[in-house]
């Protein structure tokens, strides 16, 4: 039993001894210095450039002006102009549909001789009223002579020289001759209320008239302005109702587009150091005020055709799921310059994008979109190493963004290196991002021009607007 437990414990014995005597023996490990490992990356200049901030949005070509046409007669359709059809364009002042006149013609004859009569009751109220004064005159003074006979009649009767019965016989006469004069009095104070009866229904009357030939005028249907028909609800010899809508006409001589614009695009295109009293009257030139111009482009089988627009008005909500105000442009003669199979006139149904474009901004950083992580900048200092700056965006566009530095920190001391034309931007995927880890820099230059190239479109569109004005 003994000898088997040794049998056991000699081998690890043995190989603890080998094992000793190994590491005193072996030499101490050499230690290399740790090798840092750049990262490539693809880096631009940032240029500084005249910016023209724009925003994009699409929308349906619409007219400033729709007119409808209702009945305000009742009556059979006589005539209808030949050239009335939908989608016809019929000029100012032509007619396009006669309603028939005869019984507005007719009563305006009845209304005319009444008026007539009632002048002719006047003119009779007029030498009634006359005659009238005339006869008061002549009772007053019948009345005068009846009441001297009457005193001549009393002094006798005191010398007993006319008998009592005379005296009042002549008494008798004389308030008979008082009631003659009151009668007349009082008809001739009736006359006034009289001719204000008569001149109330001659005003009436006129008023009848006037309410008639309106009438008969409305019997004709003309166009009020040049424009394109939209809806026909007229045939000859219909018979329409007073309320009835008859036609529909477009004008031609404005069109207007809706579009949603994202409110920090919008936001963008207003640059004005003024204050701006909204309800002021010359807000109607808003576009002046705030140096917005505009361009509606149709884009169409290979086709890109513009047309110069005016910034009109802003929508009266803000959509609070999109997050988008509403901006009304108009264009002002859309049929104007149309060439056929290479100008179509911008008409109603039109989806077309309009362009909003701001003031320039001068000397303005330009960066990618793609290069900003949550208002901060990757950007490679002289050493090639990493470093990450916080910017403000000043403008938002589709591909690239305006951003200047941030000149002081939260504690308000004054930032180191600042921002500046010509550092080093990285625009490639960095990840993890380590604030001075190693970089191995590549000058992308396609990326470079590309960027130059968006903003230069910017500015040819409003070089181009500009110059359509």
């Known amino acids: 039993m003994f000898n088997k437990r040794w049998v056991f414990f000699v081998p690890v014995i043995v190989g603890i001894i080998i094992f000793l005597l190994l590491k005193q023996n072996s030499p101490e490990p050499q230690q290399k210095p740790a090798r840092e490992v750049s990262t490539a990356v693809r880096v631009l200049a940032i240029p500084e450039l005249s910016v023209t901030p724009i925003a994009i949005g699409y929308g349906t070509v619409r007219p400033v002006s729709t007119w409808e046409a209702i009945a305000q007669v009742e009556g059979i359709i006589l005539e209808k102009n030949p050239d009335f059809s939908k989608g016809a364009i019929i000029e100012k002042g032509h007619l396009l549909f006669q309603i028939d006149p005869v019984d507005y013609q007719l009563n305006i004859t009845q209304i005319e001789a009444d008026i007539l009569a009632t002048k002719a009751q006047q003119e009779e109220l007029n030498t009634k009223q006359k005659n009238t004064q005339a006869s008061l005159e002549i009772e007053k003074k019948s009345l005068e002579l009846t009441k001297n006979e009457l005193k001549r009649l009393q002094k006798l009767l005191k010398k007993s020289s006319v008998s009592r019965s005379d005296f009042e016989a002549q008494e008798r006469n004389m308030l008979a001759q008082q009631q003659s004069v009151l009668a007349q009095s009082n008809s001739l104070k009736l006359i006034p209320t009289q001719k204000a009866q008569l001149e109330a229904q001659l005003q009436q009357k006129k008023t009848q008239l006037k309410r008639a030939q309106r009438d008969l005028h409305n019997t004709k249907i003309t166009m009020p302005f040049t424009g394109r028909i939209s809806t026909d609800n007229v045939e000859p010899a219909q018979y329409v109702r007073v ?10 001589d404005k069109a207007e587009i809706e579009v949603q614009i994202p ?3 919008f936001r963008g295109l207003l640059r004005s150091e003024k204050h701006i009293n909204l309800l002021h009257p010359s807000m109607n030139k808003l576009d002046q005020q705030l140096g917005i111009n505009a361009m509606v482009v149709l884009q ?3 086709l890109s055709i513009h047309w110069k627009a005016r910034f009109s008005r802003l929508s009266d909500t803000l959509d609070p799921k999109t997050r988008t105000i509403g901006v009304i442009v108009e264009v002002d003669k859309p049929y104007d310059d149309v060439i056929p199979g290479s100008r179509p006139p911008l008409i109603k149904g039109f989806f077309v994008e309009v ?8 000397d303005s950083l330009i960066v990618p979109r793609s290069a900003l992580h949550n208002n901060h900048l990757y950007l490679v200092n002289e050493q090639n190493r990493l470093v990450i700056k916080k910017v403000q965006v000043d403008l938002y566009q589709p591909e690239f963004a305006i951003v200047s530095d941030i000149r002081t920190t939260s504690k308000g001391a ?28 590549q000058q992308d230059h396609s990326s470079e021009k590309h960027l130059k190239t ?6 040819d569109k409003h070089l181009r607007v500009k110059g359509d004005q």
């Open 243 to 252: 309320g009835d809508m008859l036609t529909a006409a477009d004008a031609l």
């Open 263 to 265: 409110i920090r695009y």
């Open 300 to 302: 169409e089988g290979g």
């Open 355 to 362: 362009h909003l474009l701001g003031a320039p901004r001068p």
């Open 414 to 441: 004054p930032a180191k290196n600042p921002l500046v034309a010509g550092d080093s931007l990285i625009i490639s995927d960095l990840v993890p991002a380590i604030e001075g880890m190693l970089l191995s820099p």
């Open 454 to 459: 968006l903003v230069l479109l910017n500015r």
